[in-house]
């Protein structure tokens, strides 16, 4: 199921074609998402479509239709028949004994079927009304865009409306593929436009669910003579009940497992589990589980990216959850989450929120969730480190009994009180997977670590010294005022920036580099799956020499919008482009399991960081059987003074100390910096892991942040 699969011509004019047979249903039947904006809208369509929307169904997809409030009175009458089945059992079972299959029911009991498609969720219309009274005219677009499960995307743009009617007129559409290049704009464009009238964010006009819709009283009737259908035929059976949340997946051993230690502690706790081992199913699963046993129940999920809604959008869907999405970006989200906790509170039974930590925290989505029922409130935090911030602690909504927090990385740097936080709203780790038990079960890849050693400029290690007389200085003074602690601050800042963007990384990255890829050509391999996270500043230079290597490659930052993002990890997938630059915007849950080759410039001290950078480089793909990591680690010279000396291995060496841990070749790696140690008597950081050198240094740093530079 791939929309690349495709032959698309970029135009189809129905003096040529069949706009639906040729164009719609091939693209519905390899898509997943499927987002329509039409001017008019009638059940005779689905019959003409019946093939693709089949499919759509089998694949586990959903179509959601934005139009204009005019409707034949029998579809009206469907439409709303569909809706009330979502919160009557009894009606709800009745439409599904009489759908028995989508083939059936399309070409013979047309209406029925199409209240059973919103009742089973696979269906969602939404309706565009004018925001001003003034504003006599009509939403009168034709556009769509699908999307498959590789996140390829096909746009539409036209003259076509979903009815039989349209069908027989003389139309065209222009087709634009997310990965043509020259095609990207257009897809992004028409992409962003629909969201926007979707969200309600359209400045001319409303985009209204179906229970506003009918509150508000805009939908107009038509009664117009019923047109002769085309039949179509599809072949696949519908799938089971999707109206209600459930399971969609086969989970493994260890998701069982966390699920079940979750409910053993009251259902509060935290999953420990390592990056690409499966926590965001773990967590629906457990949803799904509280709503078996009372039927009821609304779930706040919380994530901290706004990239990461999308994700858990589709996720959320995939389990029968029907999300209301709530960041800036949704500008109408404080409506329709009114709207959505009034309807739970009346009749439906399952309500589900999106939230970025930030929306969570605020007061106005805070005074919305309240009205919920504590029993029936479930929380679960993605990437639940984050909320220990103190601004960000309001989002742990006190009013949800049912609490599961998700991180790869409990505890928070330098921080014990957002830690302490955390651990009283969520309760402690009830689970706990680590990197090691996640290779050895075959969930991530082995890897093997290659320590690179670099040394400061002899300007480099004159600064990193001046900076450390001065904060010697300051950290003998017990008794320091603020004015005194601040400064403290920045010169371990400025320090560490010193040690972060050390020329000699550079010239070494490109060392390793070129040596790898010179193996894989004289190998008679092309070389592809490289990733190279990079301190900040230095993007651009380690891109050019990326390239001057004869690489194909990318940088990867947060100037890249969406869109783009998704074409360049496609690319990166297939191998068209064998190398992508990062600075941090692959640390926030962006996945790029086809990494087999990471190059560490960026010499980070925060475990959250680099242990969640490693995760992304293990996670199982197609062909991959290990990854290869290459770690920069800056280390004093012969000549360094015992006080540099000390700063550069007790800031590197945790870093060496988690990578070697589970590393292939553990102890061929710590043989590379062995001498370097016992020349300074510090062998005993060869074992010490960063929460190790935290709980010695915390005393010495306090507030400071110590290593954490």
């Known amino acids: 199921m791939s929309l690349r699969t495709l032959d698309l011509r970029p135009v189809y004019d129905s003096s040529v074609n069949d706009l639906v047979a040729d164009l719609v249903v091939p693209l519905l039947s390899n898509c997943v998402e499927y987002y329509r904006g039409v001017g008019f809208f009638s059940s005779g369509w689905l019959r003409v479509a019946a093939v693709g929307l089949s499919k759509l169904a089998e694949n586990g997809g959903t179509a959601r239709i934005i139009l204009s409030p005019i409707l034949e009175r029998s579809d009206w009458e469907a439409i709303q028949l569909g809706e009330r089945a979502k919160r009557d059992e009894v009606l709800r079972e009745l439409l599904q004994r009489n759908v028995t299959h989508l083939q059936e029911s399309l070409e013979h009991d047309t209406l029925n079927c199409l209240a059973w498609l919103i009742t089973d969720g696979l269906l969602e219309l939404r309706f565009a009304v004018p925001r001003t009274p003034e504003d006599f005219g009509v939403y009168h677009d034709k556009v769509a865009f699908f999307k498959d499960g590789s ?24 087709v634009f593929k997310s990965w043509e290049i020259g095609h990207v704009p257009f897809v992004e464009q028409h992409v962003v436009r629909l969201l926007r009238l979707w969200n309600d964010e359209n400045e001319r006009f409303r985009a209204f669910p179906l229970p506003e819709a009918v509150r508000a009283q805009i939908v107009s009737l038509r009664t117009t003579p019923t047109r002769p259908y085309r039949r179509g035929l599809a072949e696949t059976p519908m799938a089971g009940d999707r109206a209600a949340p459930h399971v969609p997946v086969q989970l493994m051993e260890h998701q069982i497992k966390a699920i079940e230690a979750w409910f053993k502690a009251g259902r509060r706790g935290i999953l420990e589990m390592a990056t690409g081992t499966g926590k965001t199913v773990a967590a629906l699963a457990a949803a799904v589980s509280c709503f078996r046993e009372t039927r009821r129940l609304a779930c706040i999920v919380l994530v901290p990216y706004l990239h990461l ?103 928070r740097w330098y921080d014990e009180e957002g ?31 290659r ?72 190998a008679g391999v092309t070389p592809k799956g490289i990733l190279v996270y990079c301190p900040p500043g230095r993007h651009k230079q380690v891109l050019e020499g990326v390239a001057d290597l004869g690489l194909i490659c ?19 997938a297939c191998g068209h482009l064998q190398a992508l630059v990062a600075i941090k915007c692959l640390d926030e849950g962006v996945d790029v399991p086809s990494t087999q080759y990471a190059f560490f410039l960026a010499s980070t001290t925060n475990p959250r960081e680099f242990i969640q950078r490693r995760g992304r480089v293990l996670r199982r793909a197609e062909g991959k059987g290990n990854a290869v990591l290459w770690d920069f680690l800056v280390v004093p010279s012969d000549a360094s003074s015992p006080e540099v000396a000390a700063f550069l291995l007790r800031r590197e060496m945790p870093r060496f100390a988690e990578f070697t841990s589970c590393a292939s070749n553990k102890y061929a790696a710590r043989e590379v910096l062995r001498p370097i140690l016992d020349h300074y008597q510090m062998l005993d950081l060869l074992d010490m892991k960063p929460w190790d050198v935290y709980h010695q240094d915390k005393d010495l740093y306090g507030d400071s942040n110590g290593i954490n530079e």
């Open 419 to 449: 830690t302490q936080a955390l651990l009283d709203y969520f309760g402690d780790v009830c689970f706990q997977l680590d990197i090691g038990d996640a290779i050895g079960k075959e969930l991530l890849v082995p890897y093997e670590y």
């Open 309 to 411: 809604l999308e994700q858990w959008e589709t996720h959320c869907r995939h389990f029968g959850f029907r999300p209301v999405v709530c960041s800036g970006s949704h500008t109408n989200w404080r409506v329709q989450l009114r709207a959505a906790v009034a309807d739970f509170k009346l009749c439906i039974p399952q309500l589900c929120v999106l939230a970025v930590h930030n929306t969570g925290a605020s007061e106005d989505f805070l005074r919305l969730v309240v009205e919920l029922p504590k029993s029936s409130c479930l929380l679960i935090a993605d990437e639940s480190h984050a909320l220990g911030a103190l601004q960000m602690r309001r989002a742990l909504y006190d009013g949800a009994e049912m609490r599961l927090a998700l991180t790869a990385t409990p505890k």
């Open 451 to 522: 320590p690179v050693l670099v040394q400061l400029t002899a300007d480099e290690e004159d600064t990193v010294s001046y900076y450390s007389r001065r904060i010697g200085i300051l950290l003998a003074n017990k008794e320091r005022t603020f004015e005194e602690a601040e400064e403290l601050k920045r010169l371990l800042l400025e320090r560490a920036k010193v040690v972060a963007r050390a020329e000699e990384k550079y010239p070494a990255a490109m060392t390793a580099i070129a040596d790898h890829v010179a193996r894989c050509r004289a």
């Open 151 to 174: 996140s390829e995307v096909v746009a539409i743009h036209g003259s076509l409306n979903d009815s039989v009617q349209g069908t027989l007129n003389g139309e065209a559409f222009s």
């Open 554 to 572: 990318h940088d990867f930052v947060h100037e890249v919008g969406m869109v783009e993002r998704e074409r360049l990890l496609r690319d990166f």
